[in-house]
């Protein structure tokens, strides 16, 4: 099948659409966002993303950000099967990439239960788009082999997460939904065995007119004398002392 073929009549895609910048769409979701009778979208999507949408294209807010009261997962998942049962051909676009922290997962499965056809297009995701805004290599030969990507949910007080197999395991640490456990997260990775000189870097709205970085140690986070706006990827690191910052 081709990813970017036309989409049949009660067919779901789900796309992805990067950090923001339309730019960074792929083909494919740029194809499909411009030829498809509804998009279900996330509030994380950009205006610049549902510029691209058709003239006619019914455009439905279904996303969730941090505490707002808004559509459960359930009535999402509940709204695709019944667009696509009424003879929709229907985009569901999601910041960055579907499955990574996006419930992509939970709305395939839902699909497939239901018999619809759908198809995936990978997005580029924030965690890898917001280091690469701020100059910062995600690996790094001479820094790490390896990386992880988390949420700043696991930082809340019923952490289960081993902290301290974490920080051996892993030399980078990208968190996705970091902004307001900043604090706690810089504190558990202290109490893990991270020095408090450990770089760290904050890229709020990356690819977006209001995109901005901080750089900062573990100590300061830890201390509240940085914060972090939503929506921001945190990076703490080696790699942060390898930024180059390209866009000044
Ligand atoms: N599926 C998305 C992630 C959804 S979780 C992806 O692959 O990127 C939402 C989190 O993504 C936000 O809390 C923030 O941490 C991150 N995020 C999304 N867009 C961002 C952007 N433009 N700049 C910085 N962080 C972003």
């Known amino acids: 099948m081709k990813l970017d073929a ?13 950090p923001g910048d339309a730019c960074l769409l792929t083909l494919a ?31 439905i ?6 505490g707002r009261p808004s559509a459960s997962q359930l009535d999402i998942c509940e709204t695709l099967i019944e667009l696509a049962n009424e003879g929709k051909r229907v985009v569901r676009l999601k910041g960055g990439d579907p499955f990574v922290f996006g419930r992509g997962g939970e709305e395939m499965r ?12 990978p997005g580029i995701t924030a965690g890898v788009a917001a280091p690469a805004m701020a100059g ?9 082999g390896s990386l992880a990507f ?27 939904m970091g902004a307001k456990n900043l604090p706690q997260i810089a504190a558990r990775l202290l109490d893990a065995g991270l020095a408090q000189q450990t770089p760290l870097a904050i890229i709020h709205a990356a690819t977006l007119a209001e995109e901005s970085t901080t750089i900062a140690t573990l100590e300061q986070a830890a201390n509240g004398s940085v914060s972090a706006r939503s929506p921001s990827i945190l990076i703490i690191g080696d790699v942060v002392s390898k930024r180059i910052s390209w866009k000044d």
Do not use: Q
Request: glycine share 10%; aromatic share 6%.
């Open 6 to 18: 036309p989409l049949i009549t009660g067919e779901v895609a789900l796309v992805g659409a990067g």
């Open 29 to 59: 979701a740029a194809k499909l966002i411009g030829d498809c009778d509804v998009i279900v979208y996330d509030a994380l999507v950009s205006e610049d993303v549902l510029n691209l949408a058709a003239v006619g294209a019914e455009l």
């Open 61 to 66: 807010l279904a996303g969730k950000r941090g």
């Open 110 to 121: 839902a699909l497939a239960t239901a018999g619809i056809r759908f198809r995936i297009i």
């Open 136 to 144: 910062i290599p995600v690996t790094d030969r001479s820094v790490n």
């Open 150 to 176: 988390l949420t700043g949910h696991e930082a809340s007080e019923k952490s289960r997460m081993d902290w301290k197999a974490l920080v051996e395991a892993f030399p980078v640490l990208v968190f996705y």
